[in-house]
């Protein structure tokens, strides 16, 4: 007999706002199965006020309002049972950040918790990351958001060891990433993967797993570094309204896809990985499983 649950993740990014929907599908001597149901993507940016001015705008504080609203009705429409809002980079770093939290938990009554690289880290390592993972290779794990990046170095199956990074998409598109945190990242990296003679490449974020669509490679199959110079060159040749038109990417995906792809060759190029692979993984899939699993507090809506 199934027995069947809704479980929501809110992911509030530097870059975007997400609202993931999964189905929990349990069967006695089976497997737990998670179905996505829905997946809705507001492109606010908070990353754009924060890392410029230290704080969240009037404007995108009333927006944030807004979209938890929205996604507090929708959760109810589709009976969500339980449900853990994480808020990364942007929110963390804001000197507003929790009043804005607050604000939000008394209009919207959406509890928030802002988190910490390294508890990004762990959620994002609660997905579906081991069933795409061969445990006779060593692996970069490179987790790409708009205020920071997630690094994991994965040996045999297990986590040697992870860092974030203040190197992020909107942080590089408003030039505010020093050469210094570009050493810092290429001397980790350098370090923790030159003991192994072969590593490849993960990578999740939604602009990886935008190029990846637009590579038409099947499910499982790697992109190259060469594919991914040729196809960085290629975004750069373009105009910004020629990626939009020509390329089919959206307003928000159509800047920040040029400083993701940079952050991916370069941990290619100083891992020296030769193959990225992309498997369509995120924060959102994190939080559902690691509450599922209670390793993470969660908020019930029953």
Same mark, same amino acid.
């Given at each position: 007999?199934?027995?069947?649950?809704?479980?929501? $993740?809110?992911?509030?990014?530097?870059?975007?706002?997400?609202?993931?929907?999964?189905?929990?599908?349990?069967?006695?001597?089976? %497997?737990?199965?998670?179905?996505?149901?829905?997946?809705?993507?507001?492109?606010?940016?908070?990353?754009?006020?924060?890392?410029?001015?230290?704080?969240?705008?009037?404007?995108?504080?009333?927006?944030?309002?807004?979209?938890?609203?929205?996604?507090?009705?929708?959760?109810? $429409?589709?009976?969500?049972?339980?449900?853990?809002?994480?808020?990364?980079?942007?929110?963390?770093?804001?000197?507003?950040?929790?009043?804005?939290?607050?604000?939000?938990?008394?209009?919207?009554?959406?509890?928030?918790?802002?988190?910490?690289?390294?508890?990004? $880290?762990?959620?994002?390592? $609660?997905?579906?990351?081991?069933?795409?993972?061969?445990?006779?290779?060593?692996?970069?794990?490179?987790?790409?958001?708009?205020?920071?990046?997630?690094?994991?170095?994965?040996?045999?199956?297990?986590?040697?060891?992870?860092?974030?990074?203040?190197?992020?998409?909107?942080?590089?598109?408003?030039?505010?990433?020093?050469?210094?945190?570009?050493?810092?990242?290429?001397?980790?990296?350098?370090?923790?993967?030159?003991?192994?003679?072969?590593?490849?490449?993960?990578?999740?974020?939604?602009?990886?797993?935008?190029?990846?669509?637009?590579?038409?490679? %099947?499910?499982?199959?790697?992109?190259?570094?060469?594919?991914?110079?040729?196809?960085?060159?290629?975004?750069?040749?373009?105009?910004?309204?020629?990626?939009?038109?020509?390329?089919?990417?959206?307003?928000?995906?159509?800047?920040?896809?040029?400083?993701?792809?940079?952050?991916?060759?370069?941990?290619?190029?100083?891992?020296?990985?030769?193959?990225?692979?992309?498997?369509?993984?995120?924060?959102?899939?994190?939080?559902?499983?690691?509450?599922?699993?209670?390793?993470?507090?969660?908020?019930?809506?029953?």
């Amino acid at each position: 007999m199934l027995k069947i649950k809704k479980y929501a $993740a809110i992911d509030i990014g530097s870059n975007a706002v997400r609202l993931l929907i999964s189905n929990i599908i349990e069967q006695k001597g089976k %497997p737990t199965l998670f179905k996505k149901s829905s997946l809705v993507r507001v492109p606010i940016r908070l990353g754009a006020d924060v890392f410029i001015n230290n704080k969240i705008s009037k404007e995108n504080e009333q927006r944030m309002l807004d979209t938890m609203n929205a996604f507090r009705l929708l959760m109810s $429409a589709h009976k969500v049972v339980t449900y853990k809002a994480c808020a990364t980079s942007a929110m963390r770093e804001a000197d507003n950040g929790l009043e804005v939290t607050k604000l939000i938990a008394k209009h919207s009554k959406i509890k928030i918790d802002i988190i910490d690289g390294e508890e990004e $880290a762990a959620i994002i390592a $609660a997905t579906d990351l081991q069933s795409y993972i061969d445990e006779s290779k060593t692996y970069l794990y490179v987790d790409v958001g708009g205020g920071s990046t997630e690094f994991t170095v994965i040996h045999e199956g297990k986590t040697i060891t992870s860092r974030s990074f203040k190197i992020g998409t909107v942080r590089l598109l408003n030039d505010i990433v020093n050469k210094e945190a570009w050493f810092d990242l290429e001397q980790w990296i350098k370090a923790n993967t030159k003991d192994y003679e072969k590593i490849d490449l993960i990578g999740s974020g939604g602009n990886i797993n935008k190029i990846f669509k637009i590579s038409g490679k %099947p499910v499982g199959k790697p992109l190259t570094y060469f594919y991914l110079t040729s196809f960085y060159q290629m975004l750069q040749s373009y105009s910004y309204e020629e990626r939009i038109t020509v390329l089919d990417l959206n307003q928000d995906r159509a800047d920040v896809i040029i400083p993701a792809a940079r952050i991916y060759l370069s941990a290619m190029k100083w891992s020296g990985a030769k193959d990225i692979y992309v498997p369509k993984i995120g924060l959102s899939d994190g939080i559902i499983k690691s509450v599922y699993y209670e390793t993470v507090s969660s908020v019930s809506l029953v």
